[in-house]
């Protein structure tokens, strides 16, 4: 009963805070207006890549793709894409990886002078975009279905320990170097530090140079109001209640749900909920391609929001939902920590949960953070900082957490200087790189106008309501025993 109460007041507070951070629009003139007039995207292309996948928006711009598909040693099967460079030698590889609920996708989705896959393919690398199990790219096991409750019990302690050294191993073999870039947004630097300072030594000389763009490693001072409620209500007891076992699938229904939500003229729902998740910096988003990145997931491009819906959330396990929820409720850089001491002696060996030593990593590394990032904050940072060699930080004036690859000025602010960086590392390479034979991608900003707002907005209020119904309906035991399985 005591979980039930929680849940319910978790999903009131959840809907007074998006109440609380939504604009609402007084002005009745612009009520009609937008009635007689509603947005479309400003540009058709938008609407073609909301409906494309990370090789086929690739394609769509006239890169050279691959499809490679990667298996983990538990058997998860995972989409890997590849950049490769055809007019020349590569100059090196990079591998770069999403964050939480993202995908592949994120890498491509803004306007192709602003993303880092295309201007470091023009700059001569040979890119490699991974995904982690269980987005929607990652949804296949040799043993498992997706249907089954041990398919969903990872968090990223699974993507660090497995997915990781099986992407990197895949690549040394298919490429001419013995090392790697790598480059992160938020999770994905986080599973890379996992990897290194707890299972994966041999990251450590694998990868030549690491770009952290927003990373997360401590958490216990983020400023998200919804991460605040996911650890003050217990998250690891409401999930199970409404027996969730994936976390903001990537359904069609989301798809075609956000951005008509995201599109009512009397509130900015979906700006409400991207500010309730992470936060984001308006000034610095293209809210032309909104739709764009919340059909795949904000200084967030407006003008490409309709894409960002469509292609954002990607999903995750409700499994790390609850493991990011213990990181932002204590301040430690701990594995999963389970309910009782007996399944942390059967898991761990030990009846402690155990921590990542971050003293182990020795990855010469870069961190961008956003001076607007509501994720990470300088104390958490700090602590970092004193637990970390090796690492040259970087505040970005006015960035959010999703401005590092949805905002207009990413390049101009963050990926020139990464760019910068990757070059001193591969200028010594002993390839045949011919400098004169790549150009850096120099266009007008607007040539590929877009359109509007993100997922997580629909994505999270259709949670809130779902929550509140399995609390008031009886669904709430009938599911519980499965998912307890989990965890």
């Known amino acids: ?273 991207m500010h309730l998740m992470i936060g984001y910096n308006s000034k610095n988003f293209d809210f032309d391609r909104e739709p764009l990145y919340f059909t795949h997931f904000v200084n967030f491009d407006f003008d490409r929001e309709p894409l960002s819906f469509t292609h954002f959330p990607s999903g995750t396990s409700s499994h790390n939902m609850i493991h990011w929820a213990q990181h932002f409720r204590f301040n430690q850089f701990d594995l999963f920590e389970f309910s009782d001491k007996q399944k942390t002696l059967e898991y761990y060996g030990t009846d402690t949960t155990p921590k990542y030593n971050l003293s182990l990593f020795n990855i010469t590394s870069d961190f961008y953070l956003g001076e607007k990032d509501e994720l990470t904050s300088p104390k958490d940072i700090s602590k970092l900082q004193s637990q970390i060699e090796n690492v040259d930080y970087h505040w970005i004036p006015n960035f959010s957490h999703i401005d590092f690859v949805w905002g207009k000025t990413c390049r101009e602010n963050v990926y020139q200087n990464v760019l910068e960086k990757m070059n001193s590392v591969h200028m010594t390479s002993t390839n045949d790189y011919d400098e004169t034979t790549y150009k850096a991608l120099d266009m007008d900003t607007n040539a590929h106008p877009n359109n509007s707002h993100f997922m997580a907005y629909v994505a999270v209020v259709a949670v809130a309501v779902a929550v509140t119904g399995a609390a008031v309906c009886g669904v709430v035991y009938k599911r519980r025993r499965g998912y307890e399985q989990l965890v």
């Open 1 to 273: 009963m005591t979980a039930i109460v929680k849940t319910i007041f978790f999903t009131l507070s959840l809907m007074i805070s998006i109440a609380n951070v939504s604009a609402i629009d007084l002005n009745p003139i612009h009520w009609i207006h937008h009635i007689l007039h509603p947005t479309k995207s400003k540009s058709d292309h938008i609407d073609s890549l909301k409906l494309l996948d990370t090789d086929g928006i690739v394609k769509f711009y006239g890169y050279p793709v691959e499809k490679h598909v990667v298996t983990t040693d538990d058997g998860f099967i995972l989409d890997l894409f590849r950049m490769p460079q055809q007019t020349g030698p590569s100059r090196g590889t990079l591998l770069l990886a999403h964050g939480i609920l993202d995908s592949s996708d994120t890498w491509v989705l803004n306007r192709e002078d602003q993303s880092l896959a295309f201007l470091a393919h023009n700059q001569g690398y040979d890119v490699w975009l991974m995904n982690s199990r269980g987005n929607k790219y990652g949804v296949k096991h040799t043993t498992l279905s997706s249907n089954d409750n041990a398919f969903w019990k990872f968090s990223f302690d699974e993507m660090a320990r497995y997915d990781i050294p099986a992407v990197v191993h895949y690549i040394l073999d298919h490429t001419e170097f013995p090392t790697m870039s790598y480059g992160c947004h938020s999770q994905g630097c986080t599973q890379m530090v996992a990897a290194v300072t707890r299972y994966h030594s041999f990251l450590n000389e694998a990868i030549d140079h690491m770009y952290g763009l927003a990373p997360v490693i401590y958490a216990y001072y983020s400023k998200s109001p919804l991460l605040d409620l996911l650890s003050k209500y217990d998250v690891d007891q409401i999930l199970p209640i409404i027996g969730m076992r994936e976390f903001l699938p990537d359904y069609n229904f989301f798809k075609k749900l956000l951005p008509l939500v995201c599109d009512l003229p009397l509130v900015n729902v979906c700006g409400s909920v």
